[in-house]
């Protein structure tokens, strides 16, 4: 949305995604409060999880599992903070620099840069003027790699953890998804898909959901199934937040208190990853034989308390 009426710290907004929340209504370094704070829950869960997992000696997946929730989150904070989608490690360069070597027009589309942006201090060489380009891209490069490169990092992680009780060559799997990523990651540094981008991680997320249910149907715990079903139901909420939050901003921007629909959708995929990752511990502890159940920590929020043999 516009202007809150605070001075931005990061500069004009640059991103073309936008929420239905006040730019620097409350600080000049974060562009959507709420949008940002909101994912904090989600940064909290992950840790209490991380915890849980190093405490029982579960296997490594599940540590990595919550430390990529968290990077994810702080990456959406970064992203939400600044509303920057090419972001400058120092002073901005100038464009009318190096537009007077004539180098700039055919770079424009390489970089992705604004052309409307005002680069003045560094003068004109044309050495300079790569140098300088180089540094944006790079800039650029950090943006992208903070948010959505960890997003599809996080799904080929837990296509991972729920299809290898099953695959019969255990270094075929883990090889395939970590290079599947890293050239991701590689075009995705210079290539920014848009629209694709989104089609290729709902794919992603669809891979899941059959395994996801087979677990669901052969786990008798009660408690377990709950997990489950809490997963699905943060799901469809959260899910009715951001759209209601993406289609009806106009409706909501004359209303006297504005519900922040994106931030609420921040919380309630927190609570929906920690659902969906303390369900993977419970059904992997239950194939490994470590007779898991769930416990409540102040009686509140679920975990998996294990058992292992004494040989384990």
């Known amino acids: 949305m516009a202007e809150g009426g605070i001075s931005s710290f990061w500069g004009p907004v640059t991103s073309t995604t936008e929420c239905c929340e006040k730019n620097y209504a409350y600080s000049s370094y974060i562009a959507e409060f709420y949008n940002t704070l909101s994912n904090m829950p989600c940064i909290l869960l992950a840790l209490i999880g991380l915890i849980n997992a190093l405490r029982q000696r579960f296997e490594k997946r599940f540590s990595v599992l919550h430390i990529s929730n968290m990077i994810l989150a702080i990456g959406s904070m970064i992203f939400h903070a600044t509303l920057q989608h090419v972001q400058f490690l120092s002073h901005p360069l100038s464009v009318k620099g190096i537009d007077d070597v004539g180098w700039l027009d055919a770079q ?11 680069m003045e ?11 300088n380009s180089i540094h944006v891209w790079l800039a650029y490069k950090e943006q992208q790699q903070s948010d959505e490169t960890p997003m599809v990092w996080e799904m080929l992680l837990y296509m991972y ?7 019969h060559y255990r270094s075929t799997m883990p090889t395939f998804l970590f290079l599947y990523g890293a050239v991701f990651a ?3 540094s210079v290539v920014r898909f848009g629209i694709g981008f989104k ?3 709902a794919i992603l997320c669809l891979l899941c959901i059959p395994r996801m249910y087979k677990y669901y149907i052969y786990t008798q715990d009660v408690s ?11 799901l469809l909420v959260g899910t009715l937040c951001w759209l209601f939050d993406r289609n009806f901003c106009q409706e909501i921007s004359s209303w006297p208190i504005n519900p922040q629909g994106h931030a609420l959708w921040h919380v309630f995929m927190g609570f929906n990853s920690y659902f969906a990752n303390t369900f993977l511990m419970f059904c992997r502890a239950q194939q490994r034989g470590w007779s898991p159940k769930v416990v409540h920590f102040m009686g509140v929020l679920p975990f998996v308390k294990i058992e292992k043999p004494k040989a384990q």
């Open 186 to 188: 590689a075009v995705h």
């Open 161 to 167: 953890i729920l299809h290898s009780p099953d695959w």
């Open 108 to 118: 424009k589309d390489l970089f992705l840069l604004q052309p409307q942006v005002d």
């Open 199 to 201: 089609v290729h991680y």
């Open 121 to 131: 201090p560094y003068g004109s060489h044309p050495t300079d003027c790569f140098l």
């Open 224 to 234: 377990a199934k709950r997990l489950a079903k809490m997963y699905v139901a943060t």
